[in-house]
């Protein structure tokens, strides 16, 4: 195994989190009010 191959797909792995993270975090923000109705609903039943 070569080191700086698996180096390359630690950062590649790193930005597609990264990525993943800033498009997923603004949308929990924004539907944070929408996801407690959710949560208030599946707390009811």
Known sequence: MD???N???FWWLL???GV???VI???I???R???QK???RFLED
């Open 25 to 27: 975090f603004p949308l």
């Open 20 to 22: 993943t993270a800033a």
């Open 33 to 35: 009010k929408a996801l």
């Open 29 to 31: 923000f924004s539907n």
């Open 38 to 40: 959710i949560g208030q």
């Open 15 to 17: 930005a597609a989190l």
């Open 7 to 9: 180096l390359d797909y």
């Open 3 to 5: 080191i700086s191959v």
